[in-house]
């Protein structure tokens, strides 16, 4: 579990308030006049490689995408701006089709296009709604009976497929799913809790029930391999997309506001799983279109179960944004390196709505401008006969080999890794006799135990970070009964653990890992940690 964190100095001083600058110059008039939208930018570059003025794209004429639209309209309610929140709206209503459902853009006179934005429709009324009910109670009961008709719309969509599937490699997918996408599905599921959190109603609990099934059912993979327990944005269950990863929200925000564990759960393991795995593999997406979704979600769960982990793995993954991010005008860059679709509506939104999340999570934005100190770093294990200067080694049996330790002897072992590599000592023993009492001393802790079964595993009861020139001494106790068969002193046991700079702390994270349930049962009553269950620890610097 992560640990507890004094609150000032974990915190540090509170976020800034969001600038939304650029964004405001994003805004455009279409010759409709009240409708508005944020086109992308393109720098070219010069001769010299220099960039150049910026120019607008699309060009006057081109279709307005309701997306980028009604991100504006979230971004701005979510800052306190309710006009803009409202007239960015009043361009997405435009899109509503008679049949409940909405255009994903609008042509250059403000009509309907081509294309479905239903999803991204419902999840801006929800939001916003949820964002200004304090403030402006009367645009939020407008806004909660505008997407009534697209409700009821989805509600009887899903009857005759409910509980229906359909074959796809590897298994089967949910027929009921909005436009048989589980993404827009996982969109939409965020605007409906968001609905139902503020004035509940039978269609909205039911119609969050059926999605929500839908979503728990669609994940891939388990806990030791990709996608390590996520929830899949593809209709197949086949790729997994860092920008259309909205199920871990999805499924937070539905359990909250159904109260409904297992849901819970389900967005806990992609957390657990899924995030840890991009923080330490330092496949951390670099786009503010692949961060946004998932450090929603992790704020949100962060939010909803009170476990700090989730809002700092939240942090860690925002933190490469800061390079991409003028903090004096709210400017975002699309893509890093990109100069085509630089400082557009795109990666502005994204930058902007990902960087709102962490700035409403004091513990995320503690952790927001970590610096990743090099490369996830493997576990290390040490066999006790490989130890320099052991001249006692006794054959356990099919081709073990272990150490002997006597009562009263001491057994030395060597580090010799990176700083703060070993994050927890375990140490495995056979007792061919009577009971033992080992005592392992390592980074100035020391913990005894006594050896009760023929097997045994001891873990320091919390982690201890060591130094490279450190060493680890086992001692059997001199009142022993027996002596203690050393097997191996396991000097990490984690899949990968990566460190990051903080300040004046240097932040772990790792995720743990036992070999064999019972080494994992007392690794986890050592440290209150499931399996695959990321943690973060914290040392001061020069520590």
Known sequence: ??????????????????????????????????????????????????????????????????????????AYAQAGDVPRAREALVTV???????????????????????????????????VAHAVVGRDAALAATLRNDVARPVERLLFATVPTYRRYRPVPGGQAPRWFLGGSPADTALAVVGLAALYEDAPSPALKLLLRRYGDGLAEHRRGSPARFPFLAHMPDADGTAWRADQAWGLEALTRAGKA???????????????????????????????????????????????????????????????????????????????????????????????????????????????????????IAPRRVEAEALPGVARVLDGGAGRRYVLLRPGELLRFGVHGAPGAYLAIPVAA???????????????????????????????????????????????????????????????????????????????VARNYGSTPRVWRLGQDAFGLRPFQAMVIERAAGM
């Open 430 to 508: 056979r007792r061919p006799g009577g009971p033992a009492a080992l005592r392992v001393s390592a980074g100035g802790v020391t913990q005894s135990w006594l050896t009760t079964e023929a097997w045994e595993a001891g873990h320091f009861p919390r982690p201890v970070p060591l130094k490279g020139d450190d060493a680890v001494a086992v001692r059997c106790d001199e009142h022993a009964r027996s002596a203690v068969e050393l097997d191996a002193l396991v000097l990490q046991p984690a899949l990968a653990v990566r460190a990051f700079q903080m300040g004046d702390r240097v932040v772990w």
């Open 93 to 127: 209503r435009a899109g509503a089709r008679p049949d409940g459902s909405f255009a994903a853009e609008l042509d250059a006179q403000g009509h309907p296009g081509a294309g479905t934005g239903t999803a991204w429709a419902v999840w801006a009324y929800g939001l």
């Open 1 to 74: 579990m992560l640990c507890s964190l004094v609150l000032a100095a974990a915190l540090g001083a509170a976020p800034p308030p969001v600038s939304l600058t650029h964004l405001n110059r994003l805004r455009r008039e279409l010759p409709a006049g009240h409708l508005a939208y944020w086109p992308r930018a393109a720098a070219p570059a010069t001769p010299s490689g220099v960039n150049g003025p910026y120019r607008e794209l699309p060009l006057p004429g081109a279709p307005v995408r309701l997306e980028l639209v009604a991100r504006a309209a979230v």
């Open 258 to 376: 159904l109260q409904d564990a297992r849901f819970l759960k389900e967005a806990r393991e992609e957390g657990d799983n899924l995030a840890a795995h991009l923080v330490l593999e330092g496949a951390t997406p670099s786009s503010a279109a692949d961060v946004l979704p998932l450090v929603r979600g992790l704020t949100a769960l962060c939010g909803v179960t009170g476990e700090s982990r989730y809002g700092k793995l939240a942090g860690l993954l925002a933190a490469p944004l800061q390079g991409t991010f003028d903090p004096a005008n709210g400017r975002f860059d699309d893509r890093p390196g990109d100069v085509e679709l630089a400082a557009g509506a795109p990666g502005t939104l994204a930058g902007l709505l990902a960087l709102q999340a962490i700035a409403a999570q004091p513990r995320s934005w503690a952790c927001a401008s970590a610096r990743a100190l090099g490369a996830a």
